[in-house]
């Protein structure tokens, strides 16, 4: 009896030295991490410890936005493993240079992180990127976007961001097989989940190039996606119905633009998706493993193919994804139209945003404008000019409006969006653009 009670007793001794080790070592990372932020802006953090269950534990962290007086909040940051014993291990093993493999489960989670919006988190000119596809895909049609900006999620009801993540990779040495999950959910602006199944995985290598099992994603932003097909209709000036279609024609283009030639059935269901949106699923399970670097030159039929890809718009399934390749001239027609004129074509414009003097906004009653006054950056709907002053109906916030008088000699930087004049062009030289 007395041998068991002594084995118990040094149990927990070892057990209690392991744990104040692993919170030194737990305040020495945090206290080093946040040294390291303090460096580009401040930050500070109410409390970190270790909890019973071996995670690391930080509480009141505050973080200012570089460049500006808003702050990062965030509840409580949770990483580590499963077990105390598996903590100690992966400390050690960090210590030593050993990064993978030291436990078999390791996670993080951020519990209410939030940060406001503002018009001055815009991204600048000079750091735009090209967007991708998915991006290109959601604006299609809408105010010749290519990004969705801070200010548009404001004029859609967004005033902060309010999202909890989670993340956790697992590891089966057995099998030689990793599962890793991301969760995301940010409340009205959706959720998104994705799960990987990754094979072969190599743990004494520090770069893994593992082959892919398998992968299932889906996003429910039923409320977003509403959102922003009302914001993109209200640019437009178009009634919701409308809207619909003028996305699904731009969108037809945008996929024949990058060499995507869906299925009538996937546009019927994309269809049925954008007017209830409920959720995108995508699931994977091709018949071998892939390596993920062969996975970069797919072409994205072939990638399809050899995913065994199956998407689901609403949980219900696209049964035939691809379709065949249209010609250019079976797409349906934008604010480009083309009339055949004896040998040579006119091209005819629609309404575009130009710049416009601000002397023939007579001209232009009942258009849509921007402009720059005193500074300040306007539009709206043009009403009536009158002599001098020039009254326009101007969006003041998400869904309001307010008619206001200004003075014509002090608009600046003037763009309405209006009919381009007709170019005559030669029928050979509209083919060689094509």
């Given at each position: ?30 206290d ?27 509480t ?158 889906e ?20 009634e ?42 995508l699931?994977t ?73 601000p ?25 009536s ?11 003041i ?35 060689s653009?094509?």
């Open positions: 009896m007395k041998f068991f009670t002594r084995l118990v007793i040094i149990i927990l001794i070892l057990a209690g030295m392991a744990y104040g080790y692993i919170w030194y070592k737990n305040k020495q990372m945090i080093d991490a946040f040294s390291m932020i303090k460096m580009q802006t401040s930050a500070s953090y109410d409390s970190t410890y270790v909890s019973l269950d071996g995670k690391s534990v930080t009141g962290i505050e973080i200012t936005m570089p460049g500006t007086a808003q702050k990062i909040t965030v509840k409580e940051f949770r990483f580590g493993t499963g077990s105390l014993l598996d903590s100690f291990k992966m400390v050690r093993g960090i210590e030593t240079g050993q990064y993978f493999g030291t436990a078999d489960t390791v996670s993080a989670e951020l519990v209410q992180l939030q940060f406001p919006l503002t018009s001055s988190m815009d991204s600048s000119s000079d750091f735009k990127t090209e967007p991708d596809i998915f991006t290109q895909i959601t604006l299609a049609g809408c105010d010749n976007k290519d990004n969705l900006e801070v200010s548009d999620l404001i004029d859609m009801g967004y005033k902060q961001v309010t999202l909890d993540f989670s993340t956790e990779f697992s590891y089966d040495k057995h099998i030689n097989q990793a599962n890793w999950n991301m969760y995301l959910n940010a409340g009205d602006l959706g959720s998104f989940n994705i799960d990987f199944l990754l094979d072969q995985i190599n743990p004494n290598a520090l770069v893994q190039n593992p082959k892919l099992k398998s992968i299932t994603m996003s429910l932003n039923p409320v977003f996606t509403e959102r922003l097909f009302e914001h993109c209709a209200k640019l437009e000036g178009l919701l119905e409308q809207y619909y279609s003028r996305h699904m024609d731009y969108l037809r283009h945008v996929l024949y633009n990058n060499n995507l030639h869906f299925s009538d059935e996937f546009y019927s269901s994309y269809q049925e998706y954008i007017r209830q949106p409920r959720s995108i699923r699931d399970f091709p018949s071998e493993s892939i390596n993920t670097m062969d996975m970069m030159g797919m072409s994205p039929q072939r990638l399809v193919h050899a995913l065994s890809l199956r998407v689901f718009l609403n949980d219900k399934r696209v049964s035939q994804l691809f379709g065949n390749p249209p010609s250019r001239s079976e797409l349906p027609p934008l604010d480009t139209v083309v009339e055949v004129e004896d040998d040579n074509l006119t091209l005819v414009q629609g309404l575009t945003l130009q710049q416009t003097e002397s023939n906004l007579g001209s232009y009653i009942g258009y849509d404008a921007r402009f720059s006054y005193r500074g300040k950056e306007y539009r709206g709907r043009i009403n000019v009158s002599g001098s002053t020039v009254r326009i109906n101007t969006t916030s998400s869904g309001n409006y307010l008619e206001m008088p200004f003075r014509i000699n002090e608009i600046k930087n003037l763009q309405v969006r209006r009919e381009v004049q007709s170019e005559a062009v030669k029928r050979a030289e509209l083919e653009k094509e």
